[in-house]
């Protein structure tokens, strides 16, 4: 007899910082196709970095259109939207759903100020004032970050900045709503992209709600926010004029779904309690999910509601990642280079061949990538990247295993927090993103966490692969119990006990450099 489930499929958006991709997974977690369109980011003086909404629906429209006309499915079969997006990436918009200004990105820092102002107060810890922190803390499980990335900063900023625009907001919506938005007509959010505004209750994760005390505490009017509900509802329908766009059925439901840090996670297969994920696209992470609400203000460490009911998330990001080699390619390496601009050249193609004949510690080249600040395992805006220790015999086939290897350093600094603060080892970890399809990369990670390292098959596919599963449990599919049986391992790498020496030094003077350095950090980048 004939499955009728087998031909399911969802349309999963991975709405990353770089652009829209659309895919066509099953409704087991299998990504048949995909298509990818790009989107710019402007970035301003004073740690501003903004994107135009406009950018990201045309890209979502065309990238989707692209990918049904490939007929790689019936579109008959397409039964569900999920949109996956970047955390803390906010918009305004009005009551017709039409964005008032540009959104502001999760790198955007500009309100940092205004966070301060609230949170501050004697006594001081960290530069947070303990009486007005922990008016969050129990609630919460955090607080507004100093770095102003949060949701709350960006509102805060357009209210004190530009108040003829916080007048005019209907609400404000998290970047994965607004497309809901978009898609549905429908204003709605979910628990989890909601959560850096700061401002829900989740000491009870099976009624979370928002608080009313710390909305007025923010100065914040109430009604600019959206109503709540889970990750796995139904928001409802596409729009008729939509789907035609498409190409797909009005009847295909678009299910809330959540951002990217909670879709990673589910597509990683990482779904029991203390299992582990790494994360690395533009920024990382390291997280696991974990059945308690528990908060770590000094590392930016908590306790965050995730799709999967009745569990929480240790919460974490890096600032830079992925985006480091990116930098590193876009603004050294091929600068200027014909090739590129004929886009006839791809390094991220030959980063294997290149970091794989360099030894591991580069000849004690240390990258430090904290290029935009970082969040965690310190919350510090001022803090810069760059190489420490170049010699003229350094080469560019150096720099580019030094990044890989800083960019590692910094993860076993968070790491070091991570399982302090879920109160056990994490081994083995599930390796995805776009960093995850290098094969020295895996090791590189393996090596420096002294961690096996589960290489997820189609890595870079995680985010959609997770938006499709959330949607999946929402339509009755599947639960998330059969998500581990469902995730594909394609290779496991072990630490290589040679390398444990040169990295245990390496990562030492990694440390040490942060901390000699991080006052001068202070003095050279203060607005």
């Keep these: 007899m004939t499955d009728p489930q087998k031909n399911k499929f969802i349309l999963a958006i991975d709405h990353g910082t770089s652009g829209i991709k659309a895919a066509i997974v099953s409704i087991h977690g299998q990504v048949l196709d995909y298509e990818y369109e790009k989107t710019a980011i402007t970035f301003l003086p004073g740690g501003g970095a903004e994107q135009d909404p406009d950018d990201w629906w045309q890209a979502l429209i065309k990238a989707c259109a692209r990918l049904v006309a490939k007929q790689s499915v019936s579109s008959e079969t397409i039964v569900a939207i999920a949109v996956s997006s970047t955390f803390s990436t906010t918009v305004a918009v009005d009551k017709n759903g039409d964005h008032l200004m540009n959104a502001l990105t999760w790198m955007d820092s500009r309100g940092a100020p205004y966070v301060k102002e609230i949170v501050g107060g004697f006594p001081s810890v960290e530069g947070y004032g303990v009486f007005r922190i922990m008016k969050w803390i129990p609630k919460t499980g955090g607080g507004p970050t100093l770095s102003g990335k949060d949701d709350i900063a960006h509102v805060l ?44 209750d989740i000491r009870d994760i099976h009624n979370i709600s928002y608080d009313k005390k710390l909305i007025s505490l923010l100065g914040l009017d109430p009604n600019k926010l959206p109503p709540m509900g889970a990750s796995t509802d ?118 294997d061949d290149i970091a794989g004949q360099v030894p591991a510690g580069s000849h004690k080249l240390i990258f430090l990538p904290w290029l935009n600040g970082e969040r965690t395992p310190v919350d510090d805006t001022n803090l810069r990247g760059g190489f420490f220790n170049m010699s003229k015999t ?87 119990d059969d998500i581990p049986r469902l995730t594909k391992i394609r290779k496991t790498f072990q630490p290589n006990p040679d390398n444990r020496k040169i990295y245990d030094e390496l990562y030492d003077i990694f440390i040490r450099l942060y901390r000699k350095n991080k006052s001068l950090y202070r003095q050279l980048n203060t607005v």
């Design 157 to 200: 900023l357009i209210k004190n900045e530009f108040p003829d625009i916080y007048e005019k907001t209907h609400q404000f919506l998290p970047s994965k709503d607004f497309l809901n938005l978009k898609l549905t007509g429908k204003f709605a959010a979910s628990y989890d992209s909601m959560q850096l505004f700061w401002v829900s």
């Design 234 to 351: 139904i928001l409802g329908t596409v729009s008729k004029n939509i789907a035609e766009k498409i190409g797909i059925s009005e009847d295909v439901k678009v299910v809330m779904c959540s951002p990217d840090h909670q879709t990673a996670c589910i597509g990683s297969g990482a779904v029991n309690d203390f299992a582990g994920h790494l994360y690395i696209g533009t920024s990382s992470w390291i997280q696991a999910v974990i059945p308690f609400k528990k908060t770590d203000v000094l590392h930016s460490i908590a306790s965050f509601p995730t799709a999967i009911p009745g569990k929480y998330q240790s919460v974490n990001e890096q600032d830079m990642a992925g985006g480091c080699l990116s930098h590193l390619f876009d603004n050294l390496l091929f600068y200027n280079n014909p090739l590129k601009a004929d886009h006839q050249i791809d390094p991220f193609t030959h980063v």
């Design 394 to 480: 350094t080469n560019q086939d150096h720099m580019i295993r030094a990044v890989m290897e800083g960019v590692a350093y910094n993860t076993r600094w968070s790491l070091k927090y991570v399982e302090r603060f879920i109160k056990r080892k994490m081994n083995p970890i599930h390796f995805i993103g776009g960093g995850a399809q290098s094969d020295v990369w895996c090791q590189i990670f393996a090596d420096v966490l002294n961690r096996d390292i589960c290489q997820v098959e189609n890595p870079r596919q995680a985010n959609a692969r997770g938006a499709a599963f959330i949607a999946s449990v929402g339509m009755g599919y599947i639960t998330f």
